[in-house]
């Protein structure tokens, strides 16, 4: 079995930033891959970012590419998000997800997923 955590979220202001951490325990796969994916308020849950443990090679979506950045640290087991210049439709829940294999931006090769943490970015 595989867990993974989120942490970090908050209320912020608009053009400001939030850091959000995935810590993974469990089971290890000799390579697997972490995403980050949100829900905001009445809208479906969409990929934003993923990325390989292995090589840190790493997938942003399109709205987020140039203010958000992925990354990890293999001796802590986490995996970071960090965004930067939010903006009032990034508010949402944000979920981290791990699977075997690599990165992908479907919701549904992600087998193991956290609780969510809240991210509200106030305009």
């Known amino acids: 079995q595989v867990r993974v955590a989120e942490s970090g979220g908050g209320l912020v202001q608009a053009g400001g930033s939030l850091r959000l951490s995935c810590a993974r325990s469990g089971r290890t796969f000799s390579t697997y891959a972490v995403g980050w994916f949100r829900q905001g308020p009445g809208k479906e849950r969409e990929f934003v970012a993923g990325?390989?443990?292995?090589?840190?090679?790493?997938l942003l979506s399109d709205s987020t590419k140039g203010r958000f950045t992925i990354s990890r640290d293999d001796r802590k087991n986490t995996v970071y998000l960090q965004m930067n210049n939010l903006k009032p439709e990034d508010t949402g829940v944000y979920y981290c997800?791990?699977?075997?294999?690599?990165?992908?931006?479907?919701?549904?090769?992600?087998?193991?997923w956290g609780q969510g943490t809240q991210v509200t970015v106030s305009a």
């Open positions: 990325i390989n443990w292995s090589d840190g090679s790493a």
């Open positions: 997800a791990a699977r075997a294999g690599g990165y992908s931006s479907l919701q549904s090769d992600y087998p193991y």
